[in-house]
């Protein structure tokens, strides 16, 4: 099955670039150079990953990143001309699960999409428990008494990750390359950016958090002993 | 003890100190002081003379009156005994009496009488008995009876009567017919003189007291006039100075002191205006610098994606074509270290740079980087070596510009070392963590030192660029180590090698003194600051991110 890939760029070099690039690695590609119709044409294409500039002309791709997320946990990768730190954290904190600084080398791009598209299902156990959660891998669903948590593929990454090794202390840089795919230092506020996200749906006292814990001047763990 | 003494000296100096301290920091509590000194001086002065005259007035009537009293009184009672007929000792006895009774009615209540036996009448009649009070007799001092004795005309004394009252005792001869040579002497208080004089000192020193108050309270008050607005001012100069530009001075009236007021606040105006336009045009240029970026990096991301594609497709190309890909490319990659370097030094001159500070241990970074530049140093046949000195060499950094630095530093040395080995050492002290980058190469004169971190300088045009840096390196490692309140130096000499210092503060104290590191490290030294540090190479993981990210 090919990946479809929705490319929301408004310049119209950088949009039909990356599609050469996209589809000589054998994606499908579709295209929306308004931030205005980015809405529409992702509920018409259904993509399996979005790649979305951040200055687009009508709404902004922050905008366009939360309108999303509200109904779809679809991987969004930020394009970023920008390398501001306030634009990259406002654009992870509205809902994106990875950014790729312009200019990128394709290589990169592929490698980014990629990571999003892979599944973090290949061990067993295909169940997992971790405080009152339980976790079904396999189903991609996390459940709390019953009752359905909805969380993005990333979220869901993340915690499966944490969840698999109850105890173990994950570095940033762990995580990174785990979750995200990275082979070596990248930006951490990823990480802590989708933690706090992560833990605002999981945990029942986000700010006291139970299941996903800090390990100060380390990283995080999964807490609570599985019951 | 030598330790009580001190503190107790200690504590004693405190309230001094204290004067001291806000004597020269009070301009009102001196001139109060002053004023306060000076006219407790000149009321004392004045009260002291004037106390004195009045005295010396009372004192002089009184004596006047009293020299001039006993004469007639003595004159009269000599009269009275001649003209007596007393013969027998109980007649002269009465005589005695009454004359001394006379004598204490004509002198009224503040005056007594005393007489005594001469010391050459030897008539043994005991006429005195009776006649006067005997405990006044002690007031008449040896002194006053033998001036009578010699004849003087109306000798006197001033003496203090038993009551404790200032008294004068005037003495004089008189003769009791056949009893012989007797003295007389009158004792007069002086308590109604005292009486006055007290009531004048008290006046006069009650009056000096409120003179000396009020004097004082008005040189308070006309000083404070003058000292408020300036003391307003400098709060308000201060507030500037913090960067509250809005701050201004309360203008009162029309006088000296708010025109004063006035000047100030046109100044503050004025530099208000200033800042804001500094500001308006810094916030253009990082806006410009921004927009710069953005609208660059657009077309460079599709020249980017599309000369990588042209590279990776290269081996089908014709060998001339095959090339001009792989220059593409390579060129490529230094046009954006390039524009990154560039922006980067208009965010920092435009005073756009932030910085995040982490604690974190300038060992970490440094082997981080020496890790990953030992691959391409090893490429041309140069040793990275790392030598760390006991102890944790943390301090507060923004770790990707640090690590920026070390990285410029190392290409740097890597570029000049003419494969001889770098040595690199990290120490610090209670003020601040250093990392040294001594390479045995070409080095540099003393011009070149002082030119190395200008921008786009290098030592030598013509030579090959094996490291392909921006020429901007240093100046930007120079700017990041700026940014933190650290220092960067360079030493160097022609043929023996060049040295780069980093040093960064760890608290917000600045540097110090004393550097934890010399600026020209001998090889000897790096051997002798602590353990050779392994590092492995991250060649195995080696990719163009890695090698590219090395070359800036």
Redesign the interface.
Known sequence: MTARILVVDD?P??A???G??LR?DGFETEFCDHGDRALDIFRETHPDVVLLDL?LPGRSGIDICRDIRAESGVPIIMLT?????VDVVLGLESGADDYVP????????IARVRARLRRNDAAAPAIVRIGDLEIDVTGHRVTRAGEVIQLTPLEFDVLVTLARSPGQVFTREVLLEDVWGY???ADTRLVNVHIQRLRAKIERDPENPEIVVTVRGVGYKAGGVSS | MRLRGRSIGDAAATPSKRFAWRWRRSLLFRVVVTTLVIGLGTVALLGAYVNTEIRDGLVDARVDRALQQSANDVATAQKDIDASTAENPGDLQTLVRDVATKLGVLGGDSRRVVILQSPGNTSPLPVTAGAFNPSLVSVVTDDMRTAVEEGLTQPYQFVELPAGEPGLVVGSPIEFRLAGEYELYFIYSLQDEQDTLSLIQRVLALGGGMLVALVVFMTWWVTNQAVRPVRDGARVAARLAEGRLSERMKVRGNDEMATLARTFNEMAESLQRQITRMEELSRLQRRFVSDVSHELRTPLTTVRMASDVLFDARADFPPQVARSAELLSNQLDRFEALLADLLEISRIDAGAARLEFEEISLTDIVRDEVEAMQHPASTIGVELRLWVAEGEHVASMDRPRVGRIVRNLLSNAIEHAQEHPVDIGISSNGRAVAVVVRDYGIGLTPQQVDRVFDRFWRADAARARTMGGTGLGLSIAREDARLHGGKLEAWGRPGKGASFRLLLPRTSRGLGQDAPLPLAMRESEFEALGPRVAVESVAEFGSDAELSGSAS
Request: glycine share 0%.
């Open positions: 310049d070099a950088v039909e670039m990356i050469i690039v000589a200055m001309a920008k390398s501001d730190t312009k200019p990128f080398k394709p290589r990169e791009l082979r070596h230092a």
